[in-house]
């Protein structure tokens, strides 16, 4: 065998053994998972037309809201008018208003009730004007105007009775009102415009949030009589035994008309007896809401203050100023408030010398010597003719007592 052909056999050899160290003997590696085929490129998916259409007609639309924006203008306005058969809260608009066929942008209309200066809410019993899923007072006027420019005019935007509005309370009320415009109606972030008006209103209704219904005119009555009674002195004293009878006579009523009621009444009275008014009250609220309840109100919380003003037979200037005042705020005429004053002077047992005469006769005292003297002739007239018709002695009595009291006024402006 020559070396040639060794070498081959070797070779051969050195292979067969490699094989079979690498197949049997030696460990082997796991194979590799065969490498998954990537997924095609998939191309971007193109909107569809309308979209497409719709997001352009979007984009488009705000930028003509934002470029009408500065040169929108216009005012809101509510009046009641007395002309009107029902008591109705018209409210109106004028200016420069932005509607065009693009957006078609909607009017909202909102009451509120900022009396107590927090705004609250006024609910609607008019399916109309209202909210159907909070009852509050808050709808779309049914106007929209296509136009690609501004609308310039005035036009009404709804007539709201007043009969179906129920504020947190009722009386005289601060209402106001806020017209909003914008491409979806009200949605804060979307309004274009917004214009405000505010005014002064009675509603009738109860309060929502009233825990006393009608039995709050007696607590304002109440207040206005203590303040009456209050008026030039530093203590109720007599006037305690004017009021009593009076709260008896009222939680009695209160008991058997509406006897929910009559538990918080009677805590609110009781509260008045026992603490008096704030060193700040004001009677302007109390003259609102018991106008706001009708003229019986007014007359019977007339009465009350009449005769806690002289509860202790006297008559002092405070006293008689303040009931001028109450009668107006509640809505008298100064003819109607001197008549009750001198019924009241001529029926009760206050002391004439005891009397503040200028005020009891309207004296005013910005007149000049001769007005006043011609106003004092008049009452001299008109007290003179009265005399005749006394239907008792203490009457005739009465009224020559004024006679006399009138005739020194006289002497003193001469």
């Known amino acids: 065998m020559d070396t040639s052909s060794v070498v081959l056999y070797g070779f051969i050899g050195l292979a067969v053994i490699c ?5 049997w003997v030696l460990p082997r590696d796991a194979s590799p998972p065969p490498t998954e085929p990537k997924p095609a490129v998939q191309p971007p ?14 984009h488009f639309e705000q930028g003509r809201i934002r470029s009408m924006r500065v040169r929108t203008d216009f005012l809101v306005k509510a009046i009641v008018d007395p002309r009107d058969p029902l008591p109705t809260l018209t ?3 004028s200016g420069k208003v932005p509607w065009h066929e693009f957006s078609r942008q909607f009017a909202t209309l909102e009451l509120e009730d900022v009396t107590d200066g927090e705004p609250r809410p006024i609910r609607c019993s008019d399916p109309d004007f209202s909210d159907p899923a909070t009852g509050f007072c808050r709808f779309s006027p049914d106007i929209v105007f296509p136009s690609d420019e501004l609308l310039d005019g005035s036009w009404d935007l709804a007539k709201v009775p007043l009969s179906s509005l129920t504020a947190p309370f009722a009386g005289r009320r601060k209402i106001r009102v806020n017209y909003l415009l914008g491409p979806r109606g009200s949605v804060p972030e979307d309004v274009t415009k917004r214009a405000v008006y505010v005014l002064e209103v009675n509603l009738f209704n109860v309060g929502y949030e009233d825990t006393l219904g009608q039995g709050r005119v007696a607590v304002c ?5 203590i303040a009456c009674g209050l008026a030039g002195r530093s203590r109720l004293g007599p006037a305690h035994k004017v009021l009593s009878p009076w709260t008896g006579e009222v939680l009695d009523a209160v008991k058997l008309e509406d006897a929910s009621r009559f538990p918080a009444l009677r805590d609110a009275l009781d509260h008045l007896w026992s603490e008096g008014l704030p060193e700040d009250y004001g009677v302007e609220k109390a003259c609102a809401l018991i106008a706001a309840s009708g003229r019986s109100a007014v007359d019977e919380a007339m009465e009350l203050c009449l005769r806690m003003s002289t509860a202790d037979e006297a008559w002092p200037m405070p006293a008689i100023q303040l009931l001028r005042r109450i009668a107006g705020l509640m809505g008298l005429s100064t003819s109607e408030c001197q008549a009750m004053l001198d019924r009241h002077l001529l029926g009760s047992t206050v002391r004439t010398e005891a009397c503040d005469w200028e005020s009891l006769v309207g004296l005013n005292p910005s007149l000049d010597r001769q007005g006043i003297r011609k106003h004092l002739a008049a009452q001299f007239d008109r007290w003179n003719s009265r005399a005749p018709s006394a239907r008792t002695t203490a009457e005739q009595a009465r009224i020559r007592t004024i006679l006399e009291t009138i005739a020194k006024l006289k002497q003193k402006y001469a």
């Open 19 to 23: 094989f079979v160290l690498d197949r």
């Open 91 to 93: 409210i109106s608009c």
């Open 221 to 225: 009555t109440m207040e206005l009589a």
């Open 45 to 58: 998916q193109k909107p569809a037309w309308s979209a497409s259409w719709h997001e352009a007609n979007h």
